[in-house]
C-alpha cells in the first residue's frame, strides 16, 4: 500500500510520526492531511536511509536547490560539492537536473553525498539518451521516456518532475494568445518540440495511468510540472498558464484516487499584485496540493539579484499558501551557478520561507524569532548564532569588529540603546 492508502485505513506509519515529532504536529491529524492530498511524504521506498520529509498544509515552508551538469560543462565533483554546500546552508531537498555526462553514475554519486530527498526530471536523460542516438531528441518515443522514469524510480528517487500538464490543448491556448517569451520551462519546450514534430499529444499526458502505476510501486511523490509557466512579468496569469494548471487539478485528482502523492509545480515570473492570486487559484484548481514555486520572481530586471528578486516572491507566495520554494541564484539567466550562488540562492530562500512562516503563524517560526529577539535584548551574541538562519555569515560579519567592543556591535559602540536600557532600567 502507499502511504496515502494506509493514512486512508488509520494506520500511522513511522513515516508520519517521524515527520509529525519533526514539524511538532500531531500525527493522527497528520496523516488526515497525507490521505486528503494536501501534505505529501517525500520518500521513495527504495531510499530506506533518507529521512522522509513532509511538505505542505501545516507544516513549515521547505527549500529545494536545483544543481547538475550540464553538456558544456561536466564536472560532476563540482556537482556533489554544490549539493553538499546547499545541505549546510539548510536546503531541504536537492533536485539533480544533469543533462551531460553519464546521468545514471552522476545521479549516484549526488543522492550518496546528499542525506535528503533528491528530486530528478526524467525527461532530460531520455533527451539525451535519444540524442547520443540520434541527431533529433524528437526521435525518442513514448517507451524512452517511461523507461527512464522508471529507472529513476528504481534508483531511490524521491520525486519526480513531470510535465503532464503540457498537452495539445494548452498549447493552442498559448499560441492563439501570444507571449513575450513563449516557454521557458526546458522541460516544458522539450516537450512541446516533441509533440509538433510528431504531431502527438504528450505521452504522460495520454498515458497518465501508467506513470501513476510507476510512482506508486515506489511510493514515489509526482511533481506535476509547470511547463507553461511565465518567463516574463507581462505573460504571468494568461490563457496558457491557467490551461494547464486546470489539467493539473484534473490529473491530481485522479493521483490522489490512485493513492499517488502528487505536487503541482507553480510560476516563475509574477509581478507582485499577482503572486497571492495565484497561489490561492492553484489552491482552488488543485484541491490543496502542496504548490512548489520557483520564486516566483517579481521583476524581470536584476539579472545577478535574481535571488532577491525571488525571495521577495517566495516570501509572499509561501505566506499565501504555498509549501515548497525552489531557490534562485544570483547567477539565474547567466550561468552555471557556483559555490557562493548555491550557498547564496539557499539563504536567500530560507530567509523567504522563514519570513513567510512567522506571518502564517506556525509554531515553530513563531519560537526561534522569540529565541532570537531574547538574545538580542541579553547581548547573547552565541544565542544569536544558534538561531541565525546563517549563522556562519553572521558570525563572519561580527568578527570584523575590533575586539574592545564584543560585548555590542560596531554601528552603535557605548551607544548602543539595548545596552543602555540593560545598565539603566530597574530591575526586575
Known sequence: MTRIEEARRGNITDEVKAVAQAEGVEAEALAKQVAAGT??????????????????????????????????????????????????????????????????????????????????????????????RS????????????????????SGVDFLTVHCGVNLQAVERMEAEGRIMDVVSRGGALTIAWMRHNQQDNPLFTQFDRLLSLAAEYDATLSLGDGFRPGATADATDQAQIQELITLGSLQARALKRGVSVMIEGPGHVPLDQVQANVLLQKRLCHGAPFYVLGPLVTDRAPGYDHITGAIGGALAAWAGADFLCYVTPAEHL??????????????????????GLARGNAQALAAERAMSECRKALDWEGMYRHAIDAEGAKASRSQIPSENEDVCSMCGEFCAIKIQNETLPKQ
Open 39 to 132: 501534505v505529501v511524504i517525500t520518500h521513495n521506498t527504495q531510499r530506506a536511509s533518507c529521512p522522509a520529509l513532509g511538505i505542505g498544509r501545516g507544516l513549515s515552508v521547505k527549500v529545494n536547490a536545483n544543481i547538475g551538469t550540464s553538456r558544456d560543462s561536466i564536472e560532476v565533483a563540482g556537482e556533489v560539492e554544490k549539493a553538499k554546500v546547499a545541505v549546510a546552508a539548510g536546503a531541504d531537498t536537492i533536485m539533480d537536473l544533469s543533462t551531460g555526462g553519464d546521468l545514471p553514475q552522476i545521479r549516484k554519486q549526488i543522492m550518496d553525498a546528499t542525506p535528503v530527498p533528491i528530486g530528478t526530471v526524467p525527461i532530460y536523460e531520455a533527451v539525451a539518451r535519444a540524442m547520443d
Open 135 to 154: 541527431s533529433s531528441f524528437c526521435e525518442m518515443t513514448a517507451e524512452d521516456i517511461f523507461t527512464v522514469i522508471a529507472e529513476h524510480l528504481e
Open 335 to 356: 550561468r552555471l551557478p557556483n559555490l557562493d550562488d548555491v550557498r547564496e540562492g539557499v539563504i536567500a530562500s530560507r530567509i523567504a520561507a522563514a519570513a513567510a
